[in-house]
């Protein structure tokens, strides 16, 4: 089954859980999304994805008023606490929330609870939200060291993985499964693995730091594409047009770099994706559907089709869901073809 079927049957069924193909029921849906304020490409593809998905449910609706806030604590621990004490006592019907640190808002999701509003904590999973929007980070970090093995050429292989913020579950799960993946193989050395804290000029000065240091370094693992923007134009700046990248993201410029580039492999999230995504699981909650309060976004490999086939030739396990690149930059451009109003009928 190709990825438009897929889509295709995955909107039907959508509509067969819903038991419906009817209009929404009467009332409003008000969304608030609290981020922790990041300013990388992908973020700003979540804002993206949000509103045009807020807007095409609004329309898609007659009897069914949908809005949407977008919330950016802009990297302040405080301020996104604010943020959400202020959006409780608005009331909305359903918070996102993209905690930078999950435990100081538990008193918070109590909290939300007792006004009726669905709390779903994004990316960092809380046992006390009604829901946790998880990306299945040790399995597409697993995946991109697995990838990196089978690409690798069995030749000793030198790797510096760029990792996330200390404490950061899901920059944690990410760190983990990708270990795991490298582990697989005997001839990757990881000779360095050092935190970026989300932050591209840190990115940037840790790449160049690498370089000097490592001067036969091969590769460059990353739990976030943001930080490939910059390691790719240090290298190319530097003369490394033989160093490899290893991504996290799916960001629509990075994948667009696979085919005859030096990115070898990336995780289809796509912000744009999310976004439409999350609007969809609000309207699936406000109409009575019973979801997994552990809900799992589908975040398939990306490889070139070329590079597919050699990293099966070298062992590469043929049940990993890969997308080569024309496939995934249409579904990361399109978030509404899995996620938009069809979905739902």
Request: with cysteine; proline share 4%; glycine share 10%.
């Amino acid at each position: 089954m190709n990825y438009l079927s897929k889509l295709s049957v995955g909107a039907i069924a959508a509509g067969a859980l819903l038991g419906t193909t009817a209009l929404a029921d009467e009332g409003t849906l008000d969304i608030v999304f609290i981020n922790d304020g990041h300013v990388a490409p992908y973020h700003v593809a979540w804002l993206s994805g949000f509103e045009d998905a807020i807007e095409a449910y609004d329309e898609a609706f007659s009897d069914l008023t949908v809005t949407g806030r977008w919330l950016s604590a802009e990297g302040s621990l405080e301020k996104m606490i604010q943020q959400a004490e202020v959006t409780i006592n608005e009331k909305p019907d359903v918070m996102f929330v993209n905690a930078i640190n999950v435990d100081a808002f538990e008193p918070l999701v109590a909290k939300a609870q007792a006004e009726g509003i669905t709390w779903i904590a994004v990316h960092s999973p809380m046992e006390s939200a009604d829901y946790s929007f998880t990306l299945g980070d040790v399995v597409n970090g697993r995946n991109q060291g697995m990838a990196m093995c089978a690409l690798s050429g069995g030749e000793p292989y030198k790797v510096g993985v760029m990792l996330g913020q200390a404490g950061n579950p899901s920059g944690e799960a990410r760190r983990e499964g990708i270990l795991e993946g490298i582990a697989t193989c005997d001839n990757i050395e990881v000779v360095a693995e050092q935190p970026a804290d989300w932050d591209t000029v840190k990115a940037q000065s840790i790449t160049e730091n690498w370089l000097t240091q490592f001067p036969d370094l091969d590769a460059i693992s990353g739990v976030t594409d943001g930080y490939m923007y910059p390691a790719i134009a240090v290298a190319t700046n530097s003369g490394r047009d033989d160093l490899h990248f290893y991504g996290y993201d799916g960001d629509i410029p990075i994948i667009q770099q696979m085919e005859g580039g030096n990115v070898k492999a990336d995780i289809l999230l796509s912000g744009t994706r999310e976004g439409w995504n999350f609007v969809q699981m609000a309207y699936r909650i406000h109409k009575g559907e019973e979801l997994e309060k552990v809900y799992d976004f589908f975040t398939p490999l990306v490889l070139t089709e070329e590079n597919h086939q050699t990293a099966l030739a070298n062992g590469f396990p043929e049940d990993v869901e890969v997308y080569y690149v024309d496939q995934a930059l249409e579904v990361a451009e399109k978030g509404f073809l899995e996620f938009g109003p069809d979905s739902v009928m």
